[in-house]
Each structure stands twice: as structure tokens, then as C-alpha cells.
């Protein structure tokens, strides 16, 4: 399999024009993602390619990429208009099966009420590249957002100390004036 990607057999490390292939391939990826442009979108995934997205799961094949980007771009309209993806610090590494590649991504988004931007999300991906009809393109696209302490990827001890608990009792709901009658 290593010759359909790598005739010479797999580099030690990413050949400059790959690794610019790849980069454009992610700039096309976040033209299509945000400003849904369908088209440019699909051009990025292989027809057999999975989307992974923390909020919906695992897409399979264009059919099911282009159900979640509708519940994004359509049904979800005032949550996802407006946003940038940006993709930065890659490591690269080709494999015989077509290129690992991570990345760190910011989320940032620009609010239509308010007119404000600010920072929606960050993370890290982890992606699976085939090279089909002679481009990059995305076999598995992972997204791991950071929602929780166990979501960054941190390789050195984890020192930080929990909160401790102190759960707040629920809000009182009655009518301020019924409240006004409680014994002081």
C-alpha cells in the first residue's frame, strides 16, 4: 500500500510539498466549514471519509458529513454563523497508509446580536490523510475539543487540585412576593 502514497517508499519526515498540500488542504476545509459552502467542504473528505465531531458523533461518507453540516449551517444557524476555524503548530508524520497530522484549533466567532467576537472553543485534531485523485484529502477527521481537565492532551504530571465541592442549593422560584413573607 505504501506505493500508492509514497513511490519512494515513506519519508522520515513530511516532503515540503505535501506538507503544503496539507496545509492548503485544512484552509480549504475552514472555507467550506464556515461559510457553508458544500462544495469546497466535500472536496476536502475522501467519498469514504469519517467526520468525528464531539457534538454529533461520527458521520461516515459524504451522505451523513452533509446531514451534521445541515444541522450545523441550517438548524443551528445562530449558533455556528459567523465562525473562523483556525489550525495551527502541525506535526506532520507520513505513514504508509497516508499522512497522521495534529494540530491545534481555535474557535473564534463573531456574535450578529451583540456585533462582538470572541473565543467559542479551543482544542487539539488528530486526522487521517489519503492522497485520492492525486490531493490530500481527509480519511478520519478528529475533533477533540477541550470541555474538560481530561481533554487536554497533557504529557507531564497533573498537579491541579479539584474545587472543592460546594454544590450551590437550588435557586427559590416562587414569586418575590411570596418570598417576601418568609420569616426573617
Known amino acids: 500500500m505504501s506505493d500508492t502514497f509514497w513511490p519512494e517508499g515513506v519519508p ?8 503544503g498540500e496539507i496545509t492548503e488542504l485544512y484552509a480549504r476545509y475552514a472555507w467550506g466549514l464556515d461559510l457553508a459552502d458544500k462544495e469546497m467542504l466535500l472536496s476536502t473528505f475522501a467519498e469514504d471519509g469519517q467526520f468525528d465531531h464531539l457534538w454529533q458523533g461520527v458521520a461516515s461518507g ?3 458529513i452533509m446531514k451534521s453540516m445541515d444541522e450545523l449551517w441550517n438548524r443551528r444557524q445562530a449558533w455556528w454563523y ?3 476555524h483556525l489550525f495551527n503548530h502541525f506535526v506532520m508524520d507520513p505513514r504508509p497508509e497516508g499522512a497522521r497530522v495534529r494540530c491545534f484549533f481555535q474557535i473564534i466567532q463573531f456574535n450578529v446580536e451583540y456585533k462582538n467576537n470572541f473565543v467559542f ?3 487539539t485534531r488528530d486526522d487521517r490523510l489519503v492522497k485520492r485523485n492525486g490531493r490530500w484529502v481527509f480519511y478520519k477527521l478528529h475533533v477533540n475539543a477541550w470541555t474538560a481537565a481530561d481533554q487536554v492532551p497533557w504529557k507531564g504530571d497533573f498537579m491541579i487540585d479539584s474545587r472543592p465541592p460546594n454544590p450551590s442549593p437550588p435557586a427559590d422560584t416562587r414569586p ?3 418570598q417576601a413573607k418568609d420569616p426573617w
Request: aromatic content about 4%; glycine content about 16%.
Open 12 to 19: 522520515a519526515i513530511m516532503p515540503p510539498a505535501d506538507r
Open 62 to 64: 459524504h451522505e451523513a
Open 82 to 84: 459567523g465562525r473562523q
Open 176 to 178: 418575590f412576593m411570596e
Open 121 to 123: 472553543g479551543i482544542g
